[in-house]
């Protein structure tokens, strides 16, 4: 009976070890039951433009296609040309995103983006999340690397790029001014937009120019048009609580 009785065991979790290796991996651009119970909503559904338009232009036909499960911004093509941004404003958040890039290609992704007639452009209010091919010439300069906050610092810890037409995939953290930056599981960078360092920092480059540039805690997200091609895809994002944000 005892032998009877270990063979039972040894096949049960077999059958555990194989239910669990056959069970489907979310498809894309969709949520997975454990997704929806951590209050994630997609912001993109594979197929359409629907919760984006261009920045101070609106819903209009664009650069930026739903094409094959992905977002798509196309490269060499005479449609008009902007940043795509959210209808929604967010606050406090986990954002997540797939992207991949073409050879020497340069966008990001901007935060906390006030859309008005007054300020010509996404980056002009909104701070940036760096997405750069490692091609580009840029990417010697160790603030404009890909997972930077563009600009204002290098990579917190080292992160590879995934090759060339390959999936990278990235998180923005936003908890009442903090920020955070993660590249294929790494953490790239962290800062305060609270601070005293933060306010310093801008005052020392360009964007002091810019008089709405990262004082905001809120705001649209951004999509950066760059006419060299870059896709997207599983945009999602959940308010966070509190307690989820990394001091």
Known sequence: MKKVTG???????TA???????SPKPKDNELSSEEKA??????FDGKTLNGWHLYNQGNISSAWVAQNGELICLPGTDATHGDLVTDQDFENYEFSFDWKISKEGNSGVFINVVERADIPTAWASGPEYQLLEKGHHDYEKEMKRSGCLYNFSPQLNPAELKPLNEWNHSVIRQQDGKIEFILNGIVTAKENLNSIHWKEAVANT???NFPEFGKHLKGRIALQDWNK?????????RKL?????HS
Do not use: D
Not at 38 to 43: C, D, F, S, V
Not at 229 to 237: A, M, T, V
């Open 7 to 13: 063979l039972i065991v040894v096949a049960g979790l």
């Open 206 to 208: 360009n964007f002091k």
């Open 38 to 43: 951590q209050g994630y909503q997609l912001l």
């Open 229 to 237: 091609g870059i896709s997207f895809k599983n945009i999602k994002i």
């Open 16 to 22: 555990a070890v194989i239910s669990s290796c056959s």
């Open 241 to 245: 609580a509190k307690a989820e944000v």
